[in-house]
């Protein structure tokens, strides 16, 4: 199984709500070059699932255009536990009835970070800081406290950490 997460690209804030703050254009420019990034084996992902935010919606699309060019077949769904605040125990039960699916999230912060902690260190305090338009790809077994490994961790150029 593999599971890459990416964060969203970076948002306005110049919106009336949280859910409706849209990608500036670095933040399309910045998902536009991650989606370019050679080590992802974007091919091996058919499923994608964003976060009903304006933000995340838009990353799945310039995601997906980016699938289209290269001819990989990429769905994109929208799911509401992969919200700012969602729920770890909701995304892992998501993904135990996707066992042999390798999954997209497009998500935000705090959530990421704290998918990683979860699911590789089994401490959601433990996971690693995602900027805007970062990525983590997690493989393993099992969609479980501690069993899958981070073998990638892709921020975008110019960004630090």
Wanted: overall charge neutral; aromatic content about 6%; charged content about 15%.
């Amino acid at each position: 199984m593999k599971v890459l997460l990416m964060r969203h690209g970076e948002a306005s804030f110049n919106s009336p709500t949280d859910a409706k703050r849209p990608l500036t254009p670095v933040g399309s420019k910045s998902v536009i070059q991650q989606c370019q990034n050679p080590k992802v084996p974007w091919h091996e992902f058919t499923d994608a699932w964003a976060s009903p935010y304006v933000r995340t919606q838009q990353t799945a699309s310039l995601l997906l255009q980016h699938c289209a060019e290269k001819h990989h077949g990429l769905n994109v769904w929208s799911l509401d536990c992969i919200t700012p605040h969602g729920e770890i125990k909701q995304v892992q039960e998501f993904l135990l009835h996707q066992p042999h699916k390798n999954v997209v999230f497009i998500t935000h912060q705090p959530l990421i970070s704290s998918l990683i902690g979860y699911f590789c260190h089994a401490d959601e305090h433990m996971g690693e800081a995602m900027m805007p338009a970062s990525m983590a790809l997690l493989e393993g077994d099992v969609a479980a406290a501690g069993r899958l490994k981070l073998t990638h961790l892709l921020h975008p150029l110019g960004q630090l950490i």
